[in-house]
């Protein structure tokens, strides 16, 4: 009953996923084909409302759901880390059609193929899981 609430704001969250159709894989299409501002303007509100929710937390005005304040650990400089990272990440967006974000909203809606990119998020997670502590972070 405790994380109720938080599987209520994953299906808000998932719901307006859906209707902003930014699950749609046309829209991603459009994105990445530079056709369209539907995902830019998306994309580009999240980091805004980003830098506005750290400063909140760094200034300790937003707390954790106990009450603590929540700790930001100051940012690695790594262009390079960065750069590859971002480049795998957008790739395997442009292959699948889809961040990993909007994966379930994809499985809630029917679109079943979206599983194979699921085993791939998840083979990819517990890999890096494995590797973590010899790859250079």
Known sequence: MKNLKFLIIGIVFGIILSKSEVVSWYRIYEMFKFQS???????GSAVLIGI???QLFKKGIIKDFQGNPILVKPKKKGFIKTF??????G???ALAGACPGPIFVLIGQGVFSILIVLLGAVLGAFTYGLLSQKLPN
């Open 84 to 89: 590859v990272g971002g480049s795998i990440f």
């Open 37 to 43: 501002f539907h995902m830019y303007g998306v994309i």
């Open 52 to 54: 506005v929710l750290m």
């Open 91 to 93: 790739l395997g967006w």
